[in-house]
Structures are given as structure tokens and as C-alpha cells.
């Protein structure tokens, strides 16, 4: 599951006019047309993430549904491997 946090850079308490703020300043750093060609691809699958990062996080409902999953994925990795399950999702922040 893709950290819709981490890719708009913000803080898991961001209001909703920080994700907007985020969404837009990223937007216009990472927009293909504003990339040399050979970028455009990489720009272009930048772009898709942070839209859908946005759609999610915009949305109230849509964002109390992604908490829960991470939740729900947290126990999960708790469940299968203890500390050392949430250590190793520790690092990759």
C-alpha cells in the first residue's frame, strides 16, 4: 500500500488545505510538460501517484478508509512478525 502521506510530502494531520497546497506545488515541480523529454516518462508516473494521492486524501470518507487500512495492514504485520515486522516498516520511512 503506496503512502499517499509521503508522496504529497505532508504530515498525517495535514488540514485540507495543506494536502491542496501540496498537491499543487508538486504538481507543477513534476508536470511532464515542464520535464525535458527524457524525463517525461518518469514525470508521468510521478503525476499519476500524486493524483491518486490527492483523490484519497481530499476526501474525507475516501481518507478515513485509507487509515483504516493501514491499520488493519499494521496488525497485520504485527500479527505475522511481531517487532520486527513493524521495525522493518519503521526503516522505510
Known sequence: MPDYYKILEIHPDASREVIEKAYKALSA??????????????ATRIMQELNEAYFVLSDPVRRQEYANQKKVKLWQ?????????????????
Open 29 to 42: 515541480k513534476y508536470h511532464p510538460d515542464r520535464q525535458p523529454a527524457e524525463k517525461r516518462v518518469w
Open 77 to 93: 504485520i504485527w500479527w505475522e512478525n511481531g517487532l520486527v515486522g513493524l521495525f522493518k516498516i519503521w526503516r522505510e520511512r
